[in-house]
């Protein structure tokens, strides 16, 4: 199986995380070679940066988490880019999961790509109405998911991530798939395999 570059977008509560673990399972499970898979979700790369140091970045870091804020630009992608300096050999497939989050940071995102040579890269948007995700997001019964929170998380995605997936979207290096994020979960998975997955592909690794 050929190395892939899928970079996951969605609305909350569009169950982007959910789709790309089992995107990951079915790589690791389907790729006779065995390749390894980094999988980059920045709101657990900042968790972990909280809970393992202890300086005065970290708290600052856990303050705006806390509260609900918007983390500055650079630090996203420091977040990523550290990861993969550390962690990428070469030859890994990528599954990135809230990465870009604002069109400032989809151009260094691509030339990052550039810089590793990665080919085949898809974007996969997981498409839900607004009305979606408020029902998923409150049936979660998570401490942020008050109505006002909610409709603050969405109206900043239509603002400042959509300009971000529109720039992948007209790149003539990516192949741009939405799918429909209000099905089942394994209706949606199946929907993104067929896309990011040529036959000979899935014949051969099922």
């Known amino acids: 199986m050929k190395s892939k570059t899928i970079i996951f977008f969605g609305r909350s509560g569009a169950g982007k995380g959910t789709q790309a673990k089992l995107l990951e399972e079915y790589i690791q499970n389907n790729d006779l070679e065995k390749k390894r898979v980094l999988y980059i979700e920045t709101g657990e790369r900042f968790r972990d940066f909280i809970k393992n140091q202890d300086n005065y970045t970290s708290n600052l870091t856990a303050n705006v988490v806390n509260t609900g804020g918007l983390m500055p630009e650079f630090m996203p992608i420091w977040v990523w880019t550290s990861y993969l300096i550390d962690n990428y050999t070469g030859s890994e497939h990528m ?112």
């Open 95 to 206: 599954i990135l999961d809230g990465l870009s989050r604002r069109y400032d940071e989809a151009p260094i995102l691509d030339s990052a790509l550039r810089f590793y040579r990665r080919e085949n890269k898809k974007i996969v948007f997981i498409n839900t109405s607004r009305d979606w995700s408020i029902e998923k997001l409150t049936a979660r019964g998570r401490k942020d998911d008050n109505e006002a929170d909610i409709q603050k998380r969405l109206d900043w995605f239509d603002e400042n991530t959509m300009p971000a997936i529109n720039y992948f979207k007209g790149h003539v290096n990516y192949e741009f798939f939405e799918i429909n994020g209000e099905q089942p979960i394994e209706k949606v998975h199946a929907d993104i395999l067929s896309k990011i997955f040529s036959p000979e592909e899935v014949n051969r690794d099922e």
